[in-house]
């Protein structure tokens, strides 16, 4: 009995053996076999997919549905307090710069402002007159006697004293590059140093006749010939107190250009002793020599 079992146990053994070897040789040629279960293997994998996709989606929309249900709503952000300053700089520099390029502005010369500021002294005539002249050195900080008023005049070509028209203010001040009361203050100072120039201050002497005497007179009258005279040389010419005496006392009425003219070489070029003067046959200054050294004497 014994040994009938035993022999039953080994036959049943060869049998699971033997089994488990075809199962594995089955399984061998299910891999070999490439056309027929590599398709049903796709079929299967498609299957797989689709079914994981719709899970996917199934989830992914009941994820956002309870996202949104669970979420609160999302608030703004708060701006830092970098982006404070950069917004602040931001208008800031646009500020600056519409600052700038007004300045910008302001500064290049324009003929309509210029225009616009004649009319401030003319009124609704084209012409400043005496009282607009009045109005015009009081806001530029000058008094009308002051010689900077003569040497303006003379770079508007001004023809007439106490008047400047439009086309000479228009014309000067295009020239000076003023076309404010604040830009032409700022250029008295070069105004002023024309007169140190020697050829400008000769132009500036033989225009002021011109400009001062009546326009229907070939000569300049006495009175507005000592003041113009004071006013040019009364500072640069030692001996103008002496001529100017001279002239109280004589019996000359009016000046001619060219006594004028003859004055102003005599104020530059004889010693303040006379020394080097020589008689030339001009009247005013012959008799002036006489009188000022007969003065001497006594």
Same mark, same amino acid.
């Given at each position: ?34 056309? *027929?279960?590599?398709?049903? #293997?796709?079929?299967?994998?498609? *299957? ?26 999302r608030k703004k952000r708060r701006p830092a307090a970098g982006d404070d300053l ?6 800031? #520099? ?48 000058? *008094? ?12 508007? #070509? ?114 303040? #002793?006379?020394?080097?003067?020589? *008689? ?19």
């Open positions: 009995m014994h040994s009938d079992a035993a022999a039953v146990n080994f036959q049943l053994n060869s049998h699971l053996s033997t089994l488990a070897n075809i199962h594995k040789i089955y399984h061998t040629l299910n891999r070999l076999n490439l056309t *027929e279960d590599v398709g049903q #293997d796709d079929h299967q994998t498609g *299957e797989s997919l689709s079914k994981i996709r719709r899970i996917g989606s199934l989830r992914s929309c009941s994820s956002s549905d309870c996202f949104s249900k669970v979420m609160p709503p950069s917004a602040k700089k931001s208008r800031h #520099d646009g500020k600056y710069d519409s600052t700038r390029i007004k300045a910008e502005e302001e500064e290049v010369f324009s003929s309509k402002r210029c225009l616009e500021w004649f009319y401030e002294y003319a009124g609704t005539d084209d012409i400043v007159g005496p009282e607009g002249m009045e109005k015009f050195c009081e806001d530029i900080g000058v *008094e009308p006697e002051n010689v900077v008023m003569l040497v303006l005049a003379w770079k508007l #070509d001004a023809q007439n004293m106490g008047y400047f028209t439009l086309q000479e203010w228009l014309k000067g001040m295009t020239s000076l590059q003023c076309d404010t009361t604040e830009k032409l203050r700022n250029s008295l100072d070069y105004l002023r140093s024309l007169l140190n120039e020697p050829t400008n201050f000769k132009l500036i002497y033989r225009y002021a006749f011109d400009f001062a005497r009546e326009k229907d007179q070939r000569s300049l009258d006495i009175n507005t010939a000592k003041c113009m005279l004071g006013l040019l040389l009364g500072k640069a010419w030692s001996l103008f107190p002496v001529f100017h005496q001279f002239l109280e006392q004589s019996k000359y009425k009016v000046i001619n250009k060219d006594q004028w003219c003859n004055v102003l070489e005599f104020s530059r070029t004889i010693n303040l #002793d006379l020394s080097n003067y020589d *008689e030339d046959g001009a009247l005013l200054l012959d008799e002036f020599v006489e009188w000022y050294k007969g003065k001497q004497m006594t």
